[in-house]
């Protein structure tokens, strides 16, 4: 099911059957290949972390959603918010055919890339937390998620690991937030 090599069950941190974990370096090279529209129209990056480390620097058109609670509202609209974004994608893109090509998907057409500071809890919650209220709305088999992406050892690797090199890569701050140890306390 998933098009992009993922980590075996053993090489990863957190296993589990709702999503495949892939590295900073498959993401990286989906980036590149695809370049950044093709990359954002295909795929919608989630960064579960607090808003405070998400403003420290995160990759770039990353969606900071910190609360599973928020989850239902971006992944699964209503209906007429549905129709209506659709409504405003066909007309965008009517508009703006001779100005640019670009054509800008909603996040609940993409598929999901999860990671978190370390992508060890809050991210694969986040990404098993999506899988659970498929599984409510939908009738099993089917799912309207079926690929669901999890970044192993999350942000702050992909950050120690690309941003000398790779700086197009991150957001307008190219920096790192490390979650407070008095949050890590409490979150853990």
């Known amino acids: 099911v998933y098009d992009l090599p993922t980590l075996p069950s053993k090489d990863c941190f ?3 059957v709702a999503f495949g974990c892939i590295t900073a370096e498959t993401l990286v090279g989906e980036m590149k290949e695809l370049g950044e529209d093709e990359f954002h129209r295909k795929y919608v990056l989630i960064d579960c972390r607090y808003p405070y480390e998400y403003e420290g620097g995160h990759i770039k058109n990353s969606i900071n ?10 992944f699964f609209p209503s209906q ?59 009738q099993y088999p089917a799912l309207t998620y079926d690929v669901i992406y999890v970044l192993e050892s999350g942000y702050r690797n992909f950050f120690h690991n690309f941003s000398n090199s790779n700086s197009a890569l991150f957001s307008s701050h190219c920096g790192y937030a490390e979650m407070h140890q008095d949050v890590k306390q409490l979150s853990e």
């Open 14 to 16: 957190t296993h589990s």
């Open 80 to 138: 007429s918010i549905l129709e209506e974004a659709d409504r405003d994608a066909s007309s965008s893109i009517d508009e703006h055919a001779t100005l640019s090509n670009e054509v800008i998907v909603p996040p609940h057409r993409r598929i999901s890339v999860f990671y978190c500071e370390y992508s060890q809890k809050r991210g694969p919650a986040m990404a098993s937390s999506l899988r659970n209220i498929d599984r409510m709305i939908n």
């Open 65 to 74: 959603l910190h609360d599973n609670t928020d989850l239902p509202s971006l």
